[in-house]
Each structure stands twice: as structure tokens, then as C-alpha cells.
């Protein structure tokens, strides 16, 4: 697959060189391909369904359905990304008697890919997080966490480049200010870095040196604080930032019915998606690509069903 | 001379083939979205069940089970926190009996009584239905391993404390402090029923999350002496739960609006 791909880039190299100006797109064959990004956020140690006599939620939720829709996809369209926005911790006895054992078990099941850190992850002290990511064979990304003087240097790394059916996906993390929000006893010296900074610089690095075709930040921000407009969330970050095509946020534990689309500071799309708490519902979001730069040129339609 | 000129040249004429190979051999055409669709997958009943992840569970499941399934108490309404402005059924309970339950260990020690109890709107998880109650509800509505301290606040730090209250316009579970509310103004501040004294030194519980910082409740910074209880709220709850038969709650108001 690798080789023959190979071959295709070099021979449409060749002819762009034999011919010039005649164009390169008119002599390869336009390709699509379909990438299935699958994301869950503040799942909070929820594993089980919610029972049958729960006021909100009865009988919804558990990750043995999880699991078993994930995998229904992944026959469907093998090329999936399944991610997690953060606040995988606390919420249920599983946690407190476990420590987050079983959700990393069950993640590594699911065979999730990437995943950030949330405040709650926090919850069993720095060093209860360190213990369960060493077990993790997903990665955990976090930009804006220096976590030089802990005990996560070394576990956790700024992004991780993907390549998934050749094309390349960039995912970054960022994490929400702990100031009022984590016990310093267990962040203990993890610093909280400018998220749109981090953002702005990272984004680029992963569009621009590493030519990401996709760029996807993973954020604990929350989706936007309508009673504090200055606080940094998704939708103020999406606007602020460039280089970015998707936002799969958590924090807010917000609904939405689909993914909202916002103008970055460069005019270009980005799509911002959070689906909830406690493993309620799983997102979805399909990229259709092309490498046919006449097709690329008429733009990006996006349909939200 | 000239031989060099020539390698010179040569050796120009060499780099630019090697960069423009460079060039050509990276040249890879970009993946760019022609179209993009997104779906909320809800997870529900109606979904098969992965039966190797529900080997995974079942263990640890049996064993948590075990240990909380055990009835501790019966529950007559929903107690839920998101009815109500001001106050709501569950954080007057969550108030009122971790001012209780403080209570009687500080005695027992032969410390101070507390008389006020602030925790916060956002530390309470779940709704508590009607029903049976389970050391499991305690842990839904508690997850977290916070404990209860005692801090000595002066007077103008409740007064604080109130102020804070109207600026959050959060129902925070509060307990022996009441005022009323006119036109954005707090009147009528009590204390165990007693209007506040700016000039005394009040006992205040609340969690050891909020104590450190947490939500912004800055007054309690400015604390004169803290007594750690190492009393988990969860605990505490379970303790209710096993001393009680049927839950009852007062939901007195304890902010109360005059128009």
C-alpha cells in the first residue's frame, strides 16, 4: 500500500516535471477518501448504563454498547479516529474503588487512539494519572500543561501526528486553567499555559512543518461561558485561531444536537462538537477528501444530520 | 584555476538538482474536505451489547455491587439541583446534614460546634430519585474524596460570603445562614437566627476543595484558624443514610426574595 502510493506521488511528480504548465491534475486520478472521527467526552468513570428508574437518563448510556457501536463503524469504514476530550475519572465507585484502571481497560479495549487531560483526571493526584497512562496504549496530548516538573514529563506530549488510510491528522490537547478548579496538592506543579498561544503556535507547527492534511485540538475548555464572555472556551478559541478544522471539546458536559460551524481569524471553517457527559452518546464526524486540487478549489460543504 | 571554476559551477548545477529533487520526491498533494458531516450517536437500550467488554466489567461490577447495593434508607421525592434559583431540595439536605453530622464529631473532640455550612452548587453530582437509598447513591451524588473543615471567619468575611452568594446567583448548598434579597441588596442577615455581627468570629464548615480555592470562594482565604475533620462528605451521607429510615428535607428558604 505504502509503495504503490509511492509510485503514484513520484510519477505525477515526473509528469509535473515533463510538462510544466500543462498542470498537474488533469494527469492524476482524482481519489476520495473517507475519515471517520469518533469522539467522547466527560465520560466520568461511567460504565455502566444509568438505571431504569434514573430521572434523566434511564437506561442509557454503559460502554459495553459503546464498545459494540464503535466496532458496527469501524466494519463499516476501517479508517476511524476515536478520541476523548477529557474528564475520563470520577463519577462512579468504579473510580473510587479502582482509581481509573477500568476506563483505561475498557479504552484500550475500544482501541481509542488519542486523549487529553481533564481537571477531574486529577482527581487521584498527578501520580494516580501517572500510574493508569502507563498502562494506556492510547496517547494523552496536552499543549498547554507544562508538565515538566512532574511526574507526566515524558507520558504526555504536546500533539501526536496520525496517519490514517495516508492521510495525515494532527491532534493536539488543551487543557482548562486549574486556578480554583484543581487542588494544587494534585496538579502539583503542572502550569497552565495561554491555550490560544499554545493553540496559534501548535496548530501552525502541525498545518505548515508537519503538513497535516487534518488538524484536530481536543479541548477541555468548554464550549462557551455566556456569562463570561472574556473566558477562554472553544467557541472564543476557534475565532481567535487559524490552522484548525476541528474542535472536540468537553468541560461544559453541553449538548449539542451537531457540530457548529465558526469562522476562524483566517475566514476558514472550523467545526466545534461535544456530545454530553457519561458515555450518552458517541460523535461523529466524517471528512470526505480529495488530493484533486480543481475539486479541493470549490470549497468544503458541510452537511450536519 | 579554471578546473576549479568548473567544479564550482558543477557543483552549483549539483545542488540545484539535488533540491529540486528533494523537491519533487517530498511533493505530495494535500488531502483537502469537499465535504464533512457530523452525527450525535446516541447510546441506548436498543444497541447490541459488546460481550467481550462485558466480560471486562462483570468482576469488578460484582464486587462493587457487593459492597453498596446493601438498602440504607428510603427517599419520598427527587431530590434534584437543578430546581431552584436560589436554594434547591438537595443542597438544603446536603447543607443541613453535613452541619449536623460536623456537629457531632466537633463535640465529641471537644471542639467548637460549626454554624454555618456553605458547599457548592457544581460539588453535587446526581439527582438523588425517589426510592430506595444505597451507600451507591452516596457515591453518585458525592464522588469526590472531599472532607468537611472548620474555618473561623470574622464577620466581614460572611458578610463576604453573602455578597458572593448575589454575584454567583448559584442555589449553593447553604445552611444557618439566611438573608433576603431586595432589589440586589442583602437584608436581614442571620446567623443561627442571630442578625450577623461583622465583629465576630463565626465557625464555618465546608469542603476542603472549597477551603483551598475552589469556585473562586476567595473569603474563605482569609480563614483565622482551619481544623481539618477528615471527615469525607461521602461518609458522612452513608452515616445519615444508616441512621435514618425516611429522608426528610427542609427547605426552608434560607436566601429569600422580597419584592
Not at chain 2, 461521602?234 to 444508616?242: A, S, T
Request: proline share 4%; glycine share 8%; with cysteine.
Amino acid at each position: 500500500m505504502k509503495r504503490r502510493e509511492f509510485i503514484k506521488t513520484t510519477g505525477a511528480a515526473g509528469a509535473y516535471v515533463g510538462l510544466g504548465s500543462l498542470g498537474l491534475s488533469s494527469f492524476t486520478t482524482a481519489e476520495t477518501k473517507q475519515i471517520t472521527i469518533l469522539h467522547t467526552n466527560d465520560v466520568h468513570s461511567y460504565i455502566d448504563p444509568f438505571p431504569e428508574n434514573h430521572p434523566k437518563n434511564p437506561n442509557k448510556g454503559g460502554v459495553a454498547r459503546r464498545a459494540a457501536v464503535i466496532k458496527m463503524i469501524r466494519e463499516e469504514n476501517p479508517n476511524v479516529l476515536l478520541v476523548d476530550a477529557g474528564d475520563i475519572f470520577q463519577g462512579t465507585p468504579y473510580f473510587n474503588y479502582y482509581g481509573g484502571e477500568l476506563e483505561f481497560k475498557l479504552m484500550n479495549l475500544m482501541e481509542y487512539d488519542v486523549a487529553t487531560i481533564g481537571n477531574h483526571d486529577f482527581d487521584n493526584g498527578i501520580d494516580g494519572l501517572m500510574t493508569q497512562l502507563k498502562k494506556a496504549d492510547f496517547e494523552m496530548v496536552s499543549a498547554n500543561y507544562d508538565l515538566k516538573n512532574t511526574v507526566l514529563d515524558g507520558l504526555v506530549s504536546p500533539y501526536t501526528l496520525k496517519i490514517v488510510d495516508g492521510v495525515k491528522i494532527g491532534i493536539f490537547g488543551l487543557g482548562i486553567a486549574l486556578q480554583g478548579l484543581v487542588d494544587v496538592r494534585n496538579s502539583k506543579e503542572t502550569k497552565y499555559l495561554d491555550p490560544v498561544e499554545i493553540a496559534t503556535d501548535t496548530a501552525r507547527l502541525l498545518r505548515q512543518e508537519k503538513k497535516c492534511d487534518l488538524v484536530i485540538c481536543l479541548s477541555h475548555l468548554g464550549f462557551n461561558y455566556p456569562d463570561d464572555a472574556s473566558k477562554i472556551s472553544d467557541m472564543l478559541l476557534a475565532q481567535k485561531t487559524e490552522n484548525i478544522d476541528l474542535i472536540i471539546g468537553g468541560h461544559t458536559h453541553t449538548f449539542l444536537d451537531k457540530p457548529v460551524v465558526v469562522s476562524n481569524r483566517a475566514g476558514k471553517k472550523v467545526l466545534i462538537n461535544q456530545v454530553g457527559c457519561y458515555g450518552l452518546n458517541l460523535g461523529r464526524i466524517d471528512f470526505y477528501l480529495t488530493n484533486d486540487n480543481q475539486l479541493a478549489a470549490k470549497g468544503t460543504s458541510i452537511e450536519i444530520g | 584555476m579554471v578546473k576549479l571554476k568548473k567544479y564550482r559551477s558543477l557543483r552549483k548545477y549539483f545542488v540545484f538538482i539535488l533540491t529540486f529533487g528533494i523537491l519533487v520526491a517530498c511533493h505530495r498533494n494535500p488531502w483537502t474536505a469537499t465535504r464533512v458531516t457530523g452525527t450525535k450517536i446516541a447510546i441506548a437500550e436498543s444497541q447490541p451489547i459488546d460481550s467481550t467488554i462485558e466480560a471486562v466489567i462483570q468482576p469488578y461490577r460484582q464486587h462493587i455491587e457487593k459492597d453498596l447495593s446493601t438498602v440504607l434508607a428510603y427517599n419520598p421525592e427527587p431530590l434534584d439541583k437543578s430546581k431552584g434559583k436560589w436554594q434547591t431540595n438537595i443542597g438544603c439536605f446536603m447543607a443541613d446534614i453535613t452541619l449536623e453530622y460536623v456537629n457531632k464529631t466537633l463535640v465529641q473532640r471537644g471542639s467548637a460546634p460549626a454554624a454555618i455550612c456553605l458547599l457548592n452548587h457544581g460539588g453535587i453530582r446526581a439527582v438523588i430519585p425517589q426510592g430506595d437509598v444505597t451507600a451507591r447513591t452516596a457515591y453518585e451524588v458525592m464522588p469526590f474524596e472531599n472532607s468537611v473543615v472548620v474555618l473561623a471567619l470574622k464577620g466581614t468575611q460572611i458578610s463576604a460570603m453573602v455578597d458572593y452568594l448575589l454575584q454567583e446567583k448559584k442555589p449553593h448548598p447553604l445552611s444557618g445562614l439566611s438573608f433576603t434579597l431586595h432589589d440586589n441588596h442583602a437584608e436581614s442577615i442571620l446567623v443561627q437566627g442571630i442578625p450577623l455581627d461583622e465583629n465576630k468570629v463565626y465557625r464555618v464548615a465546608t469542603s476542603d476543595y472549597l477551603s483551598n480555592g475552589g469556585d473562586n470562594m476567595t473569603f474563605f482565604s482569609k480563614a483565622l484558624e482551619t481544623e481539618q475533620t477528615d471527615y469525607k462528605i461521602r461518609n458522612l451521607l452513608i452515616d445519615y443514610f444508616k441512621a435514618t429510615d425516611t429522608i426528610r428535607v427542609n427547605s426552608t428558604p434560607r436566601i429569600s426574595i422580597k419584592e
